[in-house]
């Protein structure tokens, strides 16, 4: 076996990370029968590992060949955690886990005789593309996801349109990575649960305010000129999570003529800014009599009391409901989770556009 060690040089300290060949044969992660989960790293010259993140470990065992297993409590919760190893005290991501796009890695804890609808099924797929595009927002080419739905290019006929935005500290890669959006919406698309959609995935790493903009002059505009799909507000829908709900808040009031169906995901304005709910009331009351006549379908998601943005989110619900705007209220538990936004992302395409 080959290994090697690589020297980082972090504000004048050496830190020690360990890699491995790609030869290397081990099974990273896996869910055991009582429902504990169990990962696996090898570093062969590490004097401690650990595991850090949504769970950790109550057994570590370290092979001599330097396999490190860590295997957590059992009868962990149905759900999606993040997690991260520390090795001699520095941070390392799982080499072996795919969902690393954004630096976090993730992995779902499910029961081994279960297949969920964010599970890769044996179904038609669609086609998840990655799409260039200039901003006049940022000067500058960007970057997005679109999935379109099986049979999109053996038809003529136009589709609808849902932009789904991801969190802070994430990027275009978050849903349909992290957020299995594909397989959700191929699983829902072949049990005819859906309406034939384009979905579009953008990168909101960028200021709310600057999104928004690029969003509604640039993103759209771009979709509508290459996309077999309606142009007009009743076939667009807007949702996000997160950041993505509050770049959600901001788009759908600089341009509330252009969505039909919205929702905000775990998300709401901040309390603690002065100024930020006078600033929003004034904006809501404006866009209010737009709004009454756009918006088809409104609601708020969060993951119940333990979601860090349920004050903010019911907050900011408040402001929309004192100017007439109706809109549903979900709070499914799970905290502020991809675990329930896919959920969220799941309930929402079967209400959309019908």
Known sequence: MKRFTLLVFFHGIALTMYAQTP????????????????????????????????????????????????????HLNQSVYRYFFIVDGVKVNDPKNPMVADFRPMVDIVPKDQTLFWQQKDVPHGLLSIVYYYSKATNSTRRMFVWTPPGYFASNNKMPVLYLLHGGGDNDTNWPGQGKAGWILDNLSAEGKIVPMVVVMPDGSIPVETFASDLGNNIIPYVEANFRVWHDTPHRALAGLSMGGIETLETLLKFPDKFAYVNVMSSGWFGNKPGTYEKYDALVKAAA??????????????????????KNNDLTKAVFDKYGIKSDLSKREGGHSMYVWRQNLYEFTQKIFK
């Not at 990962?39 to 330097?66: I, M, Q, W, Y």
């Not at 379908?297 to 333990?306: L, P, Q």
């Open 23 to 74: 030869t290397t044969n081990y099974i990273p992660f896996e869910v055991n029968a009582d429902s504990s989960a169990t990962f696996r790293l090898l570093a062969p010259d590490a004097k401690t590992v650990a595991l850090e993140g949504d769970v950790k470990a109550e057994k570590t065992e370290h092979s001599s060949e330097g396999l490190w297993t860590m295997t957590t409590a059992p």
């Open 289 to 310: 009599p737009t709004l009454n006549k756009t918006v088809k379908y409104f609601i708020f998601t969060t993951g119940g009391v333990s979601d860090i943005a349920d």
